[in-house]
């Protein structure tokens, strides 16, 4: 009988630098550190946004699990691009919210790829971890300390 580890959790570390700029790493990976920081009117823009976060991996993880379906099916693209679009409304209170996430994803599919393509047409979303984590909603614990 197969048993499924759980995977190690994703650390990622942010450090403030000024304003609202912080210092973003992705600990155990070789991912370089980058700035991620809120556009105007609260900051300048110097790197993603939170938001903007959110979007890349929504749709990095729809296009991996699009790629990994492709790829068991034997089939094939000759390029792959995905456009997140993400919607901001305000809630009751007036605060400002993710409303919405829009994905296009783009497959560039030989002719003869099409009919192995189409199999996974639908079922790769519901192997998105992110995806399907946002959809359902997300518990978010916070602690909060002091020194």
């Known amino acids: 009988m ?4 759980e995977p190690l959790p994703t650390t990622v570390t942010l450090e403030r ?3 609202y700029e912080f210092l973003v790493r992705v600990e155990g990976t070789n991912v370089p550190e980058f700035f991620a920081e809120e556009g105007p009117p609260l900051g300048e823009a110097r790197g993603p946004s939170p938001d903007a976060m959110l979007g890349a991996a929504v749709g990095s993880c729809l296009a991996s699990s699009l790629l ?3 790829g068991k099916a034997h089939a094939s693209v000759d390029a792959l691009r995905a456009t997140v679009s993400i919607r901001k409304s ?3 209170r007036g605060r400002l919210r993710i409303g919405g996430i829009e994905v296009e994803i783009h497959a560039d ?3 003869e790829q099409h009919e192995r393509f189409e199999r996974c047409r639908a079922l790769f979303e519901d192997y998105c971890t992110v995806t399907a984590s946002v959809r359902q909603g997300i518990a978010v614990e916070v602690k ?4």
Do not use: I, K, M
């Open 90 to 92: 305000r809630n009751e």
């Open 109 to 111: 599919v030989p002719e």
């Open 2 to 5: 197969a048993t499924h580890e």
């Open 68 to 70: 990994f379906c492709v």
């Open 17 to 19: 630098r000024e304003g």
């Open 144 to 147: 909060l300390t002091t020194s």
